[in-house]
């Protein structure tokens, strides 16, 4: 509910705004309530979710959300 919450306030956001989470594989809440608003998005790293006891590892994919402009290089593709 805080997260629905904070999507709702930030979503039509003048300021520059960037936030940092892991991407749903499908019905992602942020994609749902932040890029028909013009907001982008990139997964930055994969990384392996480290706390589990299986023998193979789920991985998590860790991404961004802006509501600006930001350069193609720097290692973010």
Not at 29 to 47: F, Q, V
Not at 52 to 73: C, G, H, L, T, V
Request: glycine letters at 6%; hydrophobic letters at 35%.
């Amino acid at each position: 509910m805080e997260h629905i919450w904070m999507l709702e306030t930030i979503k039509n956001a003048k300021c520059r705004i960037l936030l940092s989470g892991y991407h749903a594989d499908k019905d992602d809440l942020y994609d749902d309530y932040l890029l028909p608003y013009g907001w982008k998005s990139r997964e930055l790293i994969k990384i392996v979710k480290s706390s589990q006891r299986k023998e193979e590892r789920d991985i998590a994919s860790e991404w961004i959300w802006f509501n600006y402009d930001i350069p193609d290089e720097g290692g973010m593709e």
